[in-house]
Nanobody
Framework: VQLQASGGGLVQTGDSLRLSCVVS????????FGWFRQSPGKEREVVGT????????GYAESVKGRFTISGDRSKNTVYLQMNSLSPEDTAVYYC????????????WGQGTLVTVSS
């Protein structure tokens, strides 16, 4: 399984940005995809997840109501739509994947940097 994240950049407070994660390698019906982020000096944290088969999603409290995860099966792509961005959202964002029976995310893409200026 390969994941390729993109879409990061420099934005201003209040702006929106959409990250993409193109996945390849196999059928993903039994997979869960997650978006994570890591800021300098902080531990990596989960932003949100999506179950590929059902489309069901979950979010960290810090982004709930502002971020939306979605998937496009025709493009094998997972998106992270980020609205109302603040400097606290500045981080390297990663997409990752695991099967529904795995307890940890086994597959990781490279990160994409999101910088939100005040």
């Amino acid at each position: 399984v390969q994941l390729q994240a993109s879409g990061g950049g420099l934005v201003q407070t209040g702006d929106s940005l959409r990250l993409s994660c193109v996945v390849s390698g196999r059928s993903f019906g039994s997979y869960i995809f997650g978006w994570f982020r890591q800021s300098p000096g902080k531990e990596r944290e989960v932003v949100g997840t999506i179950r590929w088969s059902s489309g069901s999603t979950g979010y960290a409290e810090s982004v709930k109501g502002r971020f939306t995860i979605s998937g496009d099966r025709s493009k094998n792509t997972v998106y992270l739509q980020m609205n109302s961005l603040s400097p606290e959202d500045t981080a390297v964002y990663y997409c990752a994947a695991r099967t529904i029976i795995m307890t940890v995310y086994k597959y990781w893409g490279q990160g994409t940097l999101v910088t939100v200026s005040s």
